[in-house]
């Protein structure tokens, strides 16, 4: 082709400004790996040898300032202010995230009667770590960073099928079972002990790209219980405090506090003669 080919100035323009560094999905991937092994050994890569790489790999210290290095290179020139600031700020809300998470971590296990040790929970179930690398993520949104908090929403999203935006808002204490479909949006205010199990959606009545930056998504308050596949939307949509919410509900106005609302069949159940029932073979 000639060089003058409008396809290929058009992509050589787009390389020249391109803002963010070659190969970000992998950068993010190797960032959050990290964040997590930091924060819990259980996340650490497999470790094959003697005594001394054992000790080499526990070495927290040197662990922290590889993160820091990698946040640098990850952070350069994407956020509102300094990449080392950036990382700096950071670091320091690594001690109170993983206090968080371990009581996220607590509460599946208290929940979930499946569950045997912590130490399965925080290894095994895909709800802890969707939750973990949310809170990774927010950190990132708190701090205006562009993209890449999404980047990491994402990651988890193909690691789990759940989907939380970063910019959602969580509690203390917070339990996903299963989780397998969730969806949490952007604007969306969860409080502390709530519990979700899978399929369930917390969206936007309205979709409309105008309507960015309002508060489009419910809010569910502290102690709250929502089963399988329900879907709570709207910005001024309340789920009060205690409220349980039954399986495959459809939920746009608030619920009062202490209420169970479950999803009531429309149709009277009526008795199919044999001779008329599907044979069907799964």
Not at 49 to 56: K, L, Q, T, V
Not at 118 to 146: N, S, T, W
Request: charged fraction near 20%; glycine fraction near 8%; charge should be negative.
């Amino acid at each position: 082709m000639a060089p003058s080919d409008p396809f290929l100035t058009a992509i050589a323009e787009s390389r020249r400004t391109y803002p963010f560094p070659r190969a970000y999905r992998e950068l993010a991937d190797r960032v959050v790996r990290d964040i997590l092994a930091l924060l819990f050994p259980h996340f650490v890569p497999a470790v094959r040898g003697g005594a001394a790489e054992i000790a080499d790999v526990m070495d927290v210290a040197r662990d922290r300032d590889a993160v820091r290095a990698l946040l640098l290179e990850a952070l350069d020139g994407a956020g509102p202010s300094p990449a080392h600031e950036l990382a700096a700020w950071f670091l320091e809300s690594l001690p109170q995230m993983r206090e968080q998470l371990v009581e996220d971590a607590k509460a599946i296990h208290a929940w979930d009667p499946a569950s045997e040790e912590l130490d399965e929970v925080i290894l095994a179930y895909p709800g802890f770590l969707a939750i973990a690398v949310h809170r990774i993520a927010h950190e990132f949104y708190r701090m205006k960073v562009p993209v890449f908090p999404r980047l990491l929403a994402e990651w988890a999203h193909a690691q789990t099928g759940i989907d939380i935006h970063p910019g959602a808002s969580i509690g203390r204490g917070f339990a996903i079972d299963h989780g397998t479909g969730i969806v949490i949006g952007e604007t969306s205010l969860i409080g502390d002990r709530v519990k979700i199990y899978q399929g369930v959606t917390l969206g936007a009545l309205s979709v409309q790209k105008g309507l960015a930056g309002n508060k489009r998504h419910p809010t569910i308050e502290d102690d709250a219980v929502i089963y399988a596949g329900a879907t709570i939307l709207g910005g001024t949509t309340v789920v009060g405090k205690r409220a349980i919410i039954g399986g495959n509900t459809w939920i746009t106005s608030s619920v009062p506090a202490g209420s169970v609302v479950i999803n009531t069949p429309q149709l009277p159940r009526t008795r199919v003669p044999e001779d008329d029932m599907l044979d069907f073979v799964i």
